[in-house]
């Protein structure tokens, strides 16, 4: 025997592995953060190979205690990780053999490393979607109390940025509450391709060995096995489904981060976001800088650029498992960690958001935003709506001469524009008066975003 430095992998080769091909192919930097994972799967798979007289009861439990002593060292950060055993499967299995000895060395009877890492990875991506679904309902939850308190919140509803509407600012952030429901949806049905069981493959044909594929799924909790074995090995779809929907949620956030930003400018003056979520300049004395929501913009292109990169890993491999798949965690890794660290730190600094009413207010007035109102206030008494919107549209010219909103205009110079005005037509005129009519599901009168806000809330408990 060769002592582990000069490692090859068996007799077959010739000469050991080069130092720089060793640091080129090992992936322990990385993949240590499967361990967890890798001794539950392992520990499956032992107690399967103990049922199906593979492994004594006693190697199983040298096994057991083995693994539990692995388990303490890793979290109390005492294991040792050595690079000559590439990865968290050999440096796993290696100190279980240290530890045990010959029942080390039986544990991965009808298995693979192919098979091992999918299953790691599925493990580890489930309990990651688990984490996510509660953060998004905490951001959902976060984004409700303050569209709560702000129900009646008048303020400009845009398109193509400029002044269109008035709405709530509840009714506004209660389209990210939709959104990111969609984005809690998405990750649950991701969940349901992920949870299925790729041990039993071993390398990609399957084994020998009469194993016990069901009872393997059923301790680690996947829902059913991989159905074939090839593809079992082979496949990252998972990886890349859950990819996407990690990159919609980071686009979710980056358009409320680019509102936040837009919202804090003086010129807008909408919102003040909480100074522990700002930065000053080291040379502007008079700055305050939203840099929170501005990387949540910017982290949103390195998840982005993340499922390319799992597209492009995928696209030309033939079956079934190659060496390429190993790039595969670093990725998803990041993924992970950008989104979890974005959710929690969006969830509470919108906790810390400061809204300004008056300037929401001001900012309706100064754009017109009534005056589809106006113009449906003479539809409905009979004028065809074309004919409204041009009346409407002389009325609003007037009105930027004179410097006054169009309920600041006198019944005299409004009737000018139409006959059918009338004395009724100022509670039209009005925010509060727009923002009641629209009342619908799905619309920005208070009641209905009061409503609304309590249907969320069932829907996220
Ligand atoms: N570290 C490898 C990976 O992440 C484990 C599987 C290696 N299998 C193999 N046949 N070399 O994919």
């Not at 020998?208 to 990252?236: Q, T």
């Not at 010129?267 to 080291?282: E, H, V």
Request: charged share 25%; aromatic share 6%; hydrophobic share 45%.
């Amino acid at each position: 025997m060769q002592d582990d430095k000069q490692k090859t992998w068996s007799g077959r080769f010739a000469e050991p592995v080069a130092e720089l091909v060793k640091r080129y192919t090992a992936s322990i930097s990385f993949d240590h953060r499967l361990a967890e994972f890798d001794i539950q799967g392992s520990l499956a798979h032992a107690q399967m190979l103990a049922r199906a007289g593979l492994l004594s009861e006693k190697e199983l439990d040298a096994i057991t205690a083995g693994m539990s002593q692995i388990r303490d060292d890793i979290r109390a950060g005492r294991f040792e990780w050595s690079l000559d055993l590439e990865d968290v499967h050999m440096n796993i299995e290696k100190r279980l053999t240290d530890l045990i000895g010959e029942a080390g060395k039986r544990l991965h009877t009808g298995r693979s490393r192919n098979d091992q890492v999918a299953t790691d990875i599925r493990l580890w991506l489930r309990a990651a979607i688990d984490d996510i679904d509660g953060l998004l309902r905490e951001l959902q939850t976060s984004l409700l109390d303050l569209a709560e308190a702000n129900v009646d919140t008048v303020m400009p509803g845009f398109t193509h940025l400029q002044v269109a509407q008035p709405i709530t600012f509840g009714h506004h952030l209660l389209a990210y509450v939709e959104m990111l429901w969609r984005d809690v949806e998405r990750m649950r049905d991701c969940r349901r391709r992920v949870n299925r069981l790729p041990l039993g493959a071993a390398a990609l044909a399957g084994t020998s060995y009469p194993i016990d594929r069901a009872f393997v799924a059923e301790r680690l909790g996947f829902e059913a096995v991989c159905e074939n074995s090839l593809d079992a090995v082979s496949d990252r779809d998972f990886a890349i489904e859950f990819s996407a929907a990690a990159a919609l949620i980071m686009t979710h956030l980056s358009r409320l981060s680019e509102e936040l930003i837009l919202w804090m400018n003086p010129r807008f003056g909408f919102i003040d976001i909480a100074d522990r979520y700002c930065t000053g300049s080291s040379i502007m004395p008079q700055k305050k800088n939203p840099d929170v929501p501005e990387l949540v913009r910017g982290k949103t292109g390195r998840v982005n650029g993340h499922l390319v990169a799992l597209l492009t890993l995928m696209k030309a491999q033939p079956l079934a498992y190659n060496k390429d798949n190993q790039e595969d965690k670093e990725p998803l890794f990041d993924t992970v960690d950008t989104v979890v660290n974005t959710l929690r730190v969006v969830a509470d600094m919108m906790r810390g958001v400061v809204v300004k009413p008056e300037a929401m207010r001001r900012a309706v007035k100064q754009g017109y935003a009534t005056a589809t109102d106006l113009a449906d206030y003479l539809v409905k008494r009979g004028l065809p709506f074309r004919d409204a919107h041009e009346a409407v549209a002389l009325a609003v010219r007037y009105a930027v001469d004179a410097h006054k909103d169009l309920s600041e205009l006198s019944l005299v110079e409004l009737k000018s524009f139409s006959s059918l005005i009338a004395e009724d037509v100022f509670s039209v005129l009005t925010p509060e008066g727009s923002l009641a009519a629209r009342d619908h599901i799905g619309g920005t009168a208070p009641v209905q975003v009061r409503a609304a806000i309590g249907r969320a809330r069932a829907r996220i408990a």
